[in-house]
C-alpha cells in the first residue's frame, strides 16, 4: 500500500499510524512515486490519530521528533519513507534506536539528517546579504532541504541591529527578521532596491577574492568539492566569472 | 572605503598565510555586531582550493626586515602601500555584514620599528572592538620585538594571536631571515601562554585569547627532514599549548641563490599535515611516526605507513578493539571509530554491517577481522602493494562485495 501524504508533520504522521499494521507499506509525498498495481490511498491529516502517533514513539525515545521535523525537510523525494522506515525500527524495539549504526534504517536516515543539517552549517557561510537602500539586508538562496526559517538564529544574533530576509526562491518563501520578531511568510518575487555604496562593496568583495588565490596551486576540484557550484550564483565573488 | 588597488596588494601581501581558521572562540554579541562561531565557518573557497573564513590582509607591506622567502623583503621592488585603522575597521564591518567574512585576520610588514606597527595593529583592533563593537573573529598577527605591555593589550582584543615561526630550524631561520631570532619569535609565544594561564586561574571577567595561538611554518625552502618538523610540532603543541601548527609549502615567488628553484610538493604539506592530525586526535607521538632524520612517505599516509612498521598489532577484532586502537586502524577515522563503539553496544559487528555503516574498508580490511572474518591480503607485501598508490582500481574490485562504492563512501567521511 502507497500512502501519499500533503508533505506536513501531521499528515504523515496520519499516514504512519494507519501504515504500521500494514507490514509493507511505503510513504510518500511525491506523485511520481505512483506506480501501478499498487493500492493507494490519500492520507488527510487527521489530529487524533497524528497525536497518537506522536506520544506513542516519543515514549520510546524523547529525541524522535526533532529527527522527523529534519527528516521532512529534507529535499530527497523517499524523505517521507526514510522516515517512516526508521520510525518503524524505533516503534519495533521500542527503545532509542539512533545509535544502532548497523540497521540500514537507522544509516539512512542518519544520513539523511546529517545532509540537512550539514546544509544548514554550509549556508552559515554562503549566504550573501545585499544592503537595500532601507539599510535592511536581503539573501536570495536556493537551498536542497527547506532549511531557511533555521539558520534565522544564527543570522539575528550576529546582526541584531539589521532586520534581514532570507528569501528560498525555489520554495518562494522568505525568513524575515524584522528587528524585532521573525516569520515565514510566502514570497513569490521581491523587488529590491539596494543601497548607494552596495556595488562599491561587492566590487571590493571581487577584488578580494581574486587577490587572496593563489594561481600556482590550482585545485578546481577541491574547491567544488567544497563549494558545490550549485551555491555559486548568489554569491558576488562568481559574477565575473 | 579603501580603493581596489591598496585592497590588491595587501591581499596578497597577507595571501600566504595558510591560517584559515575561525574556531575556537564562543565571544557573544554584547550590542554590536558579530559574534564567535566555535567550530569555525567557511565562507568561500578559491580556486586554490582554499577557503575564506577571514579578511586576510597586511596594514602595509613596507618592510624594514630582509628575509629572503618573502615578497615585501626590504630589497624587493614591489609597490609599497599602507592602510589605516580606519579603513580596515570599515571593511571588515561591511563585509561581515554582508556574510562575505567570518572576522579579520590582521598582520602587517614592520613599517618602522615592531612597536610602532603593533601599536597601530592593536589600534585598529581597538577600534573594531570598542568603536564599532565588532564582537566577530579576529586573529591577530604577533610582530615579533614588540614590548610585552603591547602584547598583553593586544591580546585582550583578539580571539586569536600568532607568531610564525617561519622555518623548522634555528639554522634555517638565521640564514634566510636574519633579523627574526628563535628567541624573538618563543618569548611573546611563552608570554602569552603564561599570562593565559594566569587568566584562567584567577577567572578574571572577560576575555584572553579564547582561541588560542597558533603558528606556521614553510616546507621546503630549508633542508629539515619531516622527522624533525614533526618533533618540533609535537613540542609546540606540549610545551607553548598552541591550537594549531601549520604548514606551508615553499612556493618561490622571491628568487635568490640561498633558496631553491622549485616549489616544494604539495603532498609533502598533506602528508605532514596528516602526521599532525595524528599528533592531535589519533593519540600517537612524533617518534611513531617518522625516524628524526627521515621524511614521511609519498606513496602512503602516515597511519597507513605506522601499521606497516607495526603488523604484529594487527589485525583486530572491531567488536572488542578499544576505542586507541580502533583509531590506529588506516582508513578508520574518528567518526568511524565512534559508530563502531555505538554501533557494537546492539549487535555483534560482520563486514556487512560496517559496509553499511559507511566505514571505509580499502585500507582497514588488511587490519581488522569483524566477527572472526579476516577481507585483508595475505601477507605484508601484499598489503604495501594494495595501500600504495596507482592500485586504486582493483580495490574498488574486490570492495564491490560489499554492494557500496568506494568513492561515494570516502566523499561521505571526507577521509583521504
Not at chain 1, 103 to 109: N, P
Not at chain 1, 178 to 185: I, M, P, S
Not at chain 1, 217 to 224: F, Y
Not at chain 2, 310 to 331: C, D, I, S, T, Y
Request: hydrophobic content about 40%; overall charge positive.
Amino acid at each position: 500500500m502507497i500512502y501519499f501524504t500533503d508533505g506536513t508533520a501531521e499528515s504523515f504522521l496520519t499516514a504512519f499510524w494507519l501504515a504500521f499494521k500494514d507490514g509493507e507499506s511505503y510513504i510518500t509525498s511525491t506523485q511520481k512515486q505512483l506506480s501501478l498495481g499498487q493500492k493507494t490511498v490519500f492520507v488527510a491529516a487527521d489530529g487524533e490519530k497524528a497525536e497518537r502517533a506522536r506520544k506513542r514513539l516519543l515514549s520510546f525515545d524523547k529525541n524522535c521528533m526533532d529527527d522527523l521535523s529534519l527528516l521532512l525537510r529534507s529535499g530527497q523525494e523517499n524523505r517521507e519513507q526514510i522516515a517512516n522506515r526508521y520510525l518503524h525500527l524505533l516503534a519495533e524495539k521500542k527503545e532509542p534506536v539512533s545509535k544502532m549504526f548497523a540497521e540500514e534504517a537507522v544509516t539512512e536516515a542518519t544520513e539523511c539528517i546529517r545532509r540537512v543539517t550539514f546544509e544548514i552549517h554550509r549556508l552559515h557561510g554562503f549566504v550573501r546579504f545585499m544592503e537595500t537602500a532601507s539599510g535592511a539586508l536581503y539573501s536570495p538562496l536556493s537551498p536542497d532541504n527547506d532549511v531557511v526559517d533555521l539558520l534565522v538564529p544564527h543570522f539575528r544574533a550576529r546582526l541584531t541591529e539589521y532586520p534581514f530576509v532570507l528569501h528560498d526562491v525555489k520554495r518562494k518563501k522568505a525568513a524575515v527578521y524584522d528587528g524585532k520578531n521573525t516569520f515565514l511568510a510566502p514570497l513569490e518575487q521581491a523587488n529590491i532596491i539596494l543601497s548607494a555604496d552596495e556595488k562599491g562593496w561587492q566590487e571590493l568583495w571581487q577584488r578580494y577574492y581574486k587577490s587572496v588565490n593563489i594561481p600556482e596551486r590550482e585545485r578546481l576540484k577541491q574547491m567544488r568539492g567544497y563549494m558545490p557550484v550549485r551555491y555559486w550564483k548568489f554569491m558576488p565573488e562568481f559574477d565575473s566569472f | 572605503m579603501i580603493d581596489e588597488m591598496r585592497l590588491k596588494i595587501l591581499t596578497e601581501g597577507a595571501k600566504y598565510d595558510v591560517s584559515c581558521s575561525s574556531s575556537g572562540s564562543k565571544r557573544k554579541n554584547e550590542g554590536g555586531m558579530g559574534n564567535g562561531y566555535a567550530a569555525g565557518c567557511c565562507h568561500s573557497f578559491t580556486p586554490d582550493g582554499r577557503c575564506i573564513s577571514l579578511l586576510k590582509i597586511l596594514m602595509s607591506n613596507n618592510c624594514i626586515y630582509n628575509c629572503k622567502y618573502c615578497p615585501n623583503r626590504l630589497d624587493a621592488d614591489v609597490r609599497r602601500v599602507s592602510a589605516t585603522p580606519e579603513e580596515i575597521a570599515q571593511l571588515t564591518i561591511d563585509f561581515y555584514k554582508r556574510n562575505y567574512i567570518e572576522g579579520l585576520f590582521l598582520s602587517s610588514a614592520v613599517e618602522k620599528s615592531p612597536n610602532d606597527t603593533m601599536e597601530r595593529l592593536v589600534r585598529t583592533v581597538k577600534l573594531l572592538r570598542t568603536q564599532y563593537r565588532f564582537h566577530g573573529y579576529i586573529h591577530l598577527k604577533g610582530i615579533p620585538r614588540a614590548d610585552e605591555a603591547l602584547i598583553r593589550e593586544a591580546a585582550s582584543y583578539a580571539d586569536r594571536m600568532s607568531y610564525n615561526i617561519e622555518l623548522p630550524s634555528e639554522a634555517s631561520l638565521k640564514l634566510l631571515a636574519p633579523q627574526k631570532s628563535k628567541e624573538s619569535l618563543l618569548l611573546p609565544m611563552k608570554q602569552l601562554a603564561r599570562e593565559k594561564a594566569v587568566f584562567r586561574e584567577e577567572k578574571r571577567k572577560g576575555l584572553f585569547l579564547p582561541a588560542g595561538q597558533t603558528t606556521q611554518m614553510i616546507v621546503g625552502a630549508s633542508p629539515e627532514p619531516d622527522g624533525q618538523i614533526v618533533r618540533l610540532t609535537q613540542s609546540l603543541y606540549r610545551n607553548m599549548g598552541l591550537k594549531r601548527v601549520y604548514y606551508s609549502s615553499y612556493v618561490p615567488v622571491v628568487h635568490d641563490s640561498l633558496l631553491p628553484d622549485l616549489p616544494a610538493g604539495q603532498l609533502r604539506e598533506h602528508r605532514l599535515y596528516q602526521a599532525d592530525w595524528l599528533l592531535r586526535f589519533y593519540g600517537f607521538t612524533a617518534e611513531e611516526i617518522a625516524p628524526e632524520n627521515e621524511n614521511l612517505p609519498l606513496d602512503l599516509d602516515p597511519k597507513c605507513a605506522w601499521a606497516l612498521r607495526n603488523m604484529h598489532l594487527f589485525p583486530v577484532e572491531v567488536n572488542r578493539a578499544p576505542l586507541e586502537m580502533l583509531l590506529r586502524v588506516p582508513g578508520i577515522g574518528g567518526r568511524s571509530a565512534q559508530k563502531i563503539l555505538e554501533a557494537r553496544r546492539y549487535t555483534k559487528l560482520g563486514f556487512e554491517h560496517l559496509a553499511r555503516m559507511r566505514v571505509v574498508l580499502k585500507r582497514a580490511r588488511h587490519f581488522i577481522t569483524a566477527n572472526g572474518k579476516f577481507y585483508g591480503a595475505e601477507n605484508e607485501t601484499a598489503v604495501r602493494g594494495l595501500l600504495t598508490a596507482g592500485e586504486k582500481n582493483e580495490n574498488a574490485e574486490q570492495l564491490s562485495l560489499f554492494g557500496t562504492s568506494e568513492t561515494a563512501l570516502s566523499a561521505l567521511t571526507g577521509e583521504l
